[in-house]
């Protein structure tokens, strides 16, 4: 029998190292700057650094921030460092 603990696999990820999986630009763990209320959609936590929400799924949710692929020769993809 194996016993596991849940969360112990979590590590640190710096927010520096987040980006929006939809555009792969850099986010911020700042609410977007205008968001429709009378929407009744909660606000969302993060935005691209020009704050505007980030991009939206084909499912019509929000796209959660994911963390940037580090390439293996120490370069980074995505980011829109472009």
Known sequence: MTTSIVGADRRFVDPLDLICPGCTRPVQPEPPGCWPAED??????WSHLDGSAL??????????????????LGGVSGGGGR
Do not use: K, N, T
Request: with cysteine; net charge positive.
């Open 55 to 72: 991009c939206w799924q084909l499912s019509g949710a929000l796209a959660e921030p994911v963390v940037r692929v580090r390439r293996a």
């Open 40 to 45: 009744g959609l909660p606000r969302p936590e």
